[in-house]
């Protein structure tokens, strides 16, 4: 093997691998490209290795057919889906499959009683679907967002309130597996033990074999129950021969936290645990770790549903978070520790009941300050959200150069505080200064990071010694070694130290009947190597600002857009890194592989709409890297050209619509031939591609707002509305969007009168709102089309332009009084607007007002004035939020509109961003295409009357997809309300 640990193959021996490959999956699964490779060989772990080719398999049957081609060839195999693993298993220097894009079905099963899932559905989306019928998956790691169900059952996952009771072990009822001879188990078929028997007779004679000779052996009975008696996932489920009844559960039992080393888990039946609605959550602190360890089996004692432990070095970290809850301030942090704890009940009165009997216990506690439990959903949130982030903000804190390494441990409960005192001290005798001690404290299960220079030999030596010191701490409080991590490679070569010389022959053996070839997953849970841990470490390197806090935890993954299509944040920011090590070790003709394919897999098709930020842990927004990578790309004349399209933007949309009308009157033929032309001739990330669906122009934004009247204002504003009935004065200056000077309402084709901005003024008239819309309203833009494109010259001329105008209506002559508020009727271009007002305020500009959605604005200050017809409200409601409103806030008025307008409405639990980012869904079809596949699927079997969205880029994209027209929800409340 080379330093990447890729299997050293031949080139003829490469070539016959990649075509049996091809023939089993097609050559467009099959990805060996530079950039392939590298992108996805990082995981959440701290571990890296290379693989030698990627495959996309979309089916059982593909599967088995890599499975086969592997074993043929002799090529390891790991499975790849959600890359939240801690431990290594998810990284392989072999064939890395890849099951995230093609397992994601999700099944309801007996009104959420059981669900049947794949293994690429995240566990937040499976638990989506059964939060319609109060109830959820047992496991529930701190990766939920991010953690796919392949990954829950591969880990036997269970976090932070499933315990032992609720991990997979517990909970899965059956599943449908692909065993390494390409054999399919379904386990659940009537037929499935002779099956079985038929065409695994071997592992069947191994398995009841291992079965009977442990049942027979009373010591490895007892030793088996003292270890399972807490967390572990420590080698194989060495449990489920003592517990299994019959040969199909023991299969189930052994292929749970197996790690890929068994067999691929394709899906899974679950028994689903109710969702305890009523909730009471609070952050109890203490003068110390010690205290708050001690204190925990008194919590224990109270029905806690979780405990979850925080150090001192926790609770500056949280404090440094953007959603940092006020718990974790008003006291200076020395050598405090906290317990996050919360009580659940089915209704308010058994909550009541359950803080009744904990109070007491809670109030005798030696807590610096008294202990307030809310049940306010906002307030536990935030406080939830520090402990689902607690690591990926550690560790992105990290010194520069170092690699965060996770350790998870367990000892029984009554022993965490002794082995919390020790470890500190284990940590500090090491030299390691800051490390980090959190978890799931009422399993006596505890995480704690350190950091170190994977390439600096001192620091691996240290890391060795520490090592080898925890093994023996663990050990000696009769812990387990791992808890829920699973073994990976950081454990794997400490297994005969945990478990009998009888127990290890076991394990070996269940290996050896399930993969006598051992093609899956070498290295991991069993390994040879005793310095294994130590090796394929992963260096992180530092090369963009934006982004060098990364810590490859994955979160980010699922509400990206192109994931499906090119690559993730995560895998964009790791290729960065990738070329950057490459340039180092001098390899230039991987550095030039990487920078040509990144151009349209990692620049092109990102669509740059910040989602990314809000699902990392820490604020990540891999697209401002991308923005200015765009930048740094474009010529001078492109950025020349588009600085004098921010100067005449009012001739620039009036084109770009007078465009689309003329296209919309020839036949499509004249306009497909030179449209693609041009694009093969210029660039399709430059010239747009025209389609039957797009709409026709829209008007001028000014045609539809009529002048101000002159004696209520003179400051240069055109008026709607007829006056605030209380004050005779401007609510709001409005700023409708440029998309509707671009493209026509939905349907209308440019009807006097409709669309979104009409829409506004009819709800602001009926409430008796008036609002102020700029003389010069034509000529300005939010600025999203520069800043999209890293065209920073043209977006400051256009922030300039937005700032001037709203400042000459904040003047009384204007007619408005103190500081009212902009509104924008687009939520990409209200996040635009308030960017531009966030800069202003940043530089003390006094031009910089608050800024607020239409949607919003409506829910706050129209509908409390209206009063709805029942008999006007639509049917049922289809709606798309988008990924402006979900960031800023808005999704959650826009589902109080949608249920005051409508008397059915459904989000699909499918919904993500759209793709289509400005003029992202023109140049890159295919990247909206591939963001709303799914969505757009369960749009159809929902079939609502009407659907309806809160940005004309985004109605357009989902028209597209779906087949249904597509509206501003503000549009259909006029219709409703404005009457």
């Avoid at 909730?279 to 010690?290: E, H, K, P, Q, R």
């Avoid at 007491?360 to 610096?368: F, G, N, R």
């Avoid at 050990?475 to 009998?500: C, V, W």
């Amino acid at each position: 093997m080379d330093l990447r640990g890729t299997p050293e193959l031949s080139p003829s021996a490469r070539r016959r691998l990649l075509a049996d490959l091809t023939g089993a999956v097609g050559r467009d699964r099959v990805l060996d490209r530079a950039i392939d490779r590298h992108s996805r060989a990082h995981d959440a772990s701290h571990y890296l290795l290379v693989p030698l080719v990627v495959v996309i398999a979309e089916s059982i049957e593909e599967v088995a057919a890599v499975m086969a081609v592997a074993a043929a060839h002799h090529v390891p195999v790991t499975f790849r889906s959600g890359g939240t693993s801690l431990s290594g298993q998810a990284s392989g220097a072999g064939i890395l499959v890849d099951t995230r894009r093609g397992f994601r079905r999700i099944e309801v099963l007996d009104d959420g009683e059981r669900v049947r899932a794949q293994a690429g559905a995240t566990l937040r989306a499976v638990n989506t679907h059964l939060a319609r019928h109060g109830r959820a998956l047992g496991p529930d790691p701190a990766s939920e967002a991010a953690c796919t169900i392949g990954g829950v059952i591969a880990n036997n996952s269970s976090g932070m309130a499933a315990g032992i009771e609720h991990n997979s072990t517990r909970t899965l009822e059956s599943l449908v597996a692909v065993l390494p001879s390409g054999t399919v188990v379904d386990t659940a078929a009537e037929d499935s033990l002779l099956h079985l028997r038929r065409h695994e007779p071997r592992l069947v004679a191994d398995l009841e074999r291992l079965q009977d000779r442990i049942r027979h052996d009373p010591d490895a009975v007892a030793e088996i129950r003292e270890r399972f008696s807490l967390k572990n996932t420590m080698g194989y489920s060495l449990d489920a021969f003592c517990e299994a009844e019959g040969l199909l559960q023991l299969l189930n039992r052994l292929l749970i936290g197996s790690e890929g080393t068994l067999g691929f888990v394709a899906d899974a039946v679950f028994r689903a645990v109710p969702v305890q609605p009523a909730a009471a959550t609070g952050l109890l602190i203490f003068d110390s770790v010690d205290a708050a360890a001690r204190s925990l089996p008194d919590l224990v004692g109270t029905g806690a549903k979780a405990l979850e432990l925080m150090d001192a070095e926790s609770l500056r970290v949280a404090r440094r978070l953007p959603q940092a809850p006020s718990a974790v301030d008003g006291f200076e942090v020395r050598d405090h520790a906290a317990i996050l704890v919360e009580y659940r009940g089915d209704d308010p009165a058994e909550l009541d009941g359950v803080l009744g009997t904990a109070a007491p216990v809670i109030s005798a506690l030696p807590t610096v300050r008294p202990a307030e439990l809310s049940r306010d959903p906002a307030a536990r949130a935030a406080l939830w959200s520090v402990r689902k982030g607690l690591y990926a903000a550690v560790a992105e804190a990290r010194p520069p150069g170092t690699t965060a390494l996770l350790e998870d441990v367990v000892v029984p409960v009554e022993r965490l505080a002794a082995a919390c005192r020790e470890l500190a001290g284990l940590l500090a005798e090491h030299g390691y200064t800051d490390p980090v001690i959190f978890g799931h404290a009422k399993d006596g299960n505890l995480h704690f990071m350190i950091t170190e220079d994977t390439e600096d030999p001192a620091d691996l030596a240290r890391l060795e010694a520490f090592t080898e010191d925890l093994v023996r701490l663990i050990l000696r409080h009769g812990g387990n070694l791992k808890a829920e991590h699973g073994t990976g490679r950081a454990m794997a070569p400490f297994i005969d130290r945990q478990y009998s010389a009888a127990l290890v022959e076991v394990l070996h053996g269940v290996k050896r009947a399930f993969d006598p070839a051992g093609v899956l997953n070498p290295g991991v849970v069993l390994t040879a190597d005793t310095r294994a841990y130590l090796q394929d470490l992963k260096p992180v390197d530092r090369v963009d600002d934006e982004v060098d806090r990364c810590v490859e935890c994955g979160y980010c993954e699922p509400v990206c857009p192109s994931r499906d299509l090119t690559l993730t944040p995560r895998q964009r920011i790791v290729v960065r890194r990738a070329r950057a090590r490459a340039e180092a070790d001098g390899d230039l003709a991987l550095v030039a592989a990487l920078d040509e394919q990144q151009q349209y897999e990692s620049i092109d098709t990102c669509a740059v709409d910040g989602l990314c930020a809000s699902a990392c842990p820490v604020g990540i927004d891999t697209g401002a890297l991308v923005k200015r990578l765009r930048g740094e790309r474009r010529g001078r004349l492109s950025a020349g050209l588009w600085r004098a399209a921010a100067r005449h933007w009012d001739t620039a949309t009036a084109a770009a619509g007078r465009t689309l009308d003329a296209a919309a009157h020839v036949p499509p033929g004249l306009i497909t031939a030179p449209n693609r032309a041009a694009r093969a001739l210029i660039g399709p990330d430059t010239v747009p591609l025209w389609s039957t669906d797009l709409p026709s122009g829209g008007r001028r934004r000014s045609l539809l707002t009529p002048p101000a009247d002159d004696g209520e204002a003179d400051g240069g504003a055109r008026g709607t509305g007829e006056g605030d009935a209380a004050v005779g004065q401007a609510a709001a200056i409005f700023l409708p969007s440029c998309q509707g000077a671009m493209f026509a309402p939905a349907g209308s084709a440019g009807t006097e009168g409709s669309g979104v901005q009409q829409a506004v003024s009819r709800l602001c008239a009926a409430a008796g709102l008036r609002l102020l819309v700029p003389e010069e309203i034509d000529t300005l833009c939010c600025g999203t089309p520069w800043s999209s494109k890293g065209f920073t010259a043209g977006q400051d001329v256009m922030a300039e332009r937005v700032l001037t105008a709203v400042a000459a209506l904040q003047r009384p002559e204007a007619g408005t009084v103190g500081h009212p508020p902009v509104i924008v009727d687009a939520t990409s271009c209200t996040e635009g607007v308030q960017t531009i007002m966030t800069d202003a305020r940043a530089r003390q500009d006094p031009r910089a007002v608050s800024v607020v959605d239409a949607v919003s604005f409506v829910v706050e200050h129209v509908l409390p004035r209206l009063t709805v017809d029942p008999r006007r409200r639509v049917e049922s409601l289809t709606l798309h939020p988008t990924c402006s409103s979900q960031k800023a806030g808005v999704s959650a008025d826009l589902q109080t509109l949608a249920e005051a307008v409508a008397v059915e409405v459904h989000v699909p639990a499918d919904w993500g961003c759209c793709g289509f980012a400005g003029d992202r869904g023109m140049l890159h079809p295919e990247l909206t295409a591939s963001a709303t596949a799914a969505e757009a699927r369960e749009v159809r079997q929902l079939d609502a009357v009407d659907h309806a969205s809160c940005n004309r880029a985004c109605e357009i994209a989902m028209t597209r997809a779906t087949g249904r027209v597509y509206r501003h929800l503000l549009e259909v409340a006029a219709d409703v309300l404005a009457v």
